[in-house]
């Protein structure tokens, strides 16, 4: 029998002439809608075209964002879209993928620093449920990145998330004062 999962754990989509996608691990036809859901679940996937065995991920990736975009869930400003394509033929273009991973990944390390701390610090007052909601909002803001798994660019960081919790116990101790 022919292996479907690489030993790095990741799935092999086929992609045929006719754009039908192929999850070569469970056997089955998906969509481009089953991808985006792979992609915030962390599932890491590999499109192949199935006549050449090109990698085309990166384009089908591409093409999920244009989609999710489509739909009225912009999430890039045009301005930044504008800025993005005259990066294109620029002498910085070869730097401009690390930068935007090295950001992105940045953002997703804080995002779960700051949810960690927000849910400690708010734990047992009355703004938790306010709290919970606000965080909640912020996921559904950042669903369509999954965590890069890169290792930790900023020592710094722990810095910050020191500052931050200090001001979050200042913040708990006002309320429990209010609260008396």
Do not use: C, W
Not at 125 to 148: C, D, L, V
Not at 161 to 177: D, M, Y
Request: avoid cysteine; proline fraction near 3%; glycine fraction near 4%.
């Amino acid at each position: 029998m022919k292996k479907t999962v690489p030993d790095d754990g990741v799935v092999i989509i086929k992609k045929y002439a006719n754009r039908r996608l192929y999850n070569t691990e469970t056997s089955s036809y998906i969509t481009l809608e089953h991808l985006a859901a792979m992609t915030r679940e962390g599932r890491d996937f590999k499109v192949v075209d199935a006549k050449t065995d090109e990698d085309i991920t990166h384009n089908v990736l591409t093409q999920i964002i244009m989609e999710e975009e489509s739909r009225g869930q912009t999430m890039l400003p045009v301005n930044f879209l504008r800025q993005l394509i005259s990066m294109y033929g620029d002498s910085m273009q070869a730097m401009v993928p690390g930068y935007l991973e090295a950001s992105m990944e940045g953002f997703r390390r804080n995002q779960v620093q700051f949810k960690s701390a927000v849910e400690g610090a708010f734990a047992h007052s009355p703004f938790a449920e306010i709290a919970k909601r606000n965080i909640a909002m912020f996921e559904a803001a950042t669903a369509a990145f999954k965590p890069g798994g890169k290792p930790d660019l900023a020592a710094s960081k722990d810095e910050e998330i020191a500052t931050l919790k200090a001001e979050l116990n200042r913040l708990q101790e006002k309320i429990e004062r209010l609260d008396k």
